[in-house]
């Protein structure tokens, strides 16, 4: 059964502190396709990236960082230099590719407070 | 930008009412999905659509659920009678392919209160 564990509930940073979001998956699929999802206090899901489980390489967009090891079934999230508007609720998900199913499995969400 | 969208914003009924939730997709994907999200808690899938039928549900999705795409355009979620536990946020999804290909878009959700 395919699982998402955010362990870390709430954090709360200072403005320019960088931070890490911790993401550990659970599937038995070899392929499959992890998300990082924004949900800020408006309420709407942000789609911030995509990764299958073929491309360990790590992803930098801006001050945003992703590190997808395998080993360790883990897909973290960065932020550098974090800003008050990253402030947001951080959703990673996992979607198994086998077996035709579509659905997206959701962590259960890292609230993240950036104060100036 | 394309986006998805979805009327109404918030939505408060009667316990036992029935309520139709209404979502209109990027106009050329062909993948649909609800979702929901109780308050504070973690979202989940409910069910996929594709070529016009159901191609997955979750438990969640009991037979007071059903899903239509009653024209070329929208995507609906009706709940025949609605109970407390109901109240949660409801965001459609649309991809253009399957996931394996597309990521899916969400949009901004509709807000039911079941009182």
């Known amino acids: 059964a395919q699982k998402v564990t955010q362990a870390q509930t709430e954090i709360s940073v200072v403005e320019k502190e960088d931070v890490t979001l911790d993401c550990v998956y659970e599937t038995r699929d070899t392929t499959y396709y992890l998300f990082w999802y924004k949900q800020p206090p408006s309420g709407e899901l942000v789609f911030l990236i995509r990764r299958n489980s073929f491309d360990e390489q790590n992803e930098i967009s801006g001050r945003y960082s992703w590190n997808f090891q395998k080993s360790t079934s883990s897909f973290n999230f960065t932020i550098t230099a974090s800003q008050v508007v990253d402030s947001a609720v951080y959703f990673c998900a996992l979607s198994e590719a086998e077996g035709g199913s579509e659905k997206l499995v959701f962590g259960k969400g890292m609230k993240l407070t950036v104060n100036p | 930008e394309p986006e998805v969208t979805q009327t109404p914003s918030h939505q408060v009924t009667q316990m036992g009412q029935e309520v139709i939730l209404r979502c209109v997709p990027i106009?050329?994907?062909?993948?649909f999905y609800w979702y929901r999200q109780i308050l504070g808690q973690k979202v989940e899938f409910l069910v996929s659509?594709?070529?016009?039928?159901?191609?997955?549900k979750s438990e969640i999705f009991d037979d007071q659920f059903s899903v239509e795409r009653p024209d070329g355009s929208n995507f609906t979620l009706k709940i025949r009678s609605t109970k407390l536990e109901d109240s949660a946020m409801y965001f459609c999804a649309s991809s253009g392919a399957r996931h394996v290909y597309n990521e899916q878009f969400f949009g901004p959700g509709t807000r039911l209160t079941v009182l």
């Open positions: 106009s050329n994907h062909l993948y």
């Open positions: 659509f594709y070529n016009n039928e159901i191609s997955e």
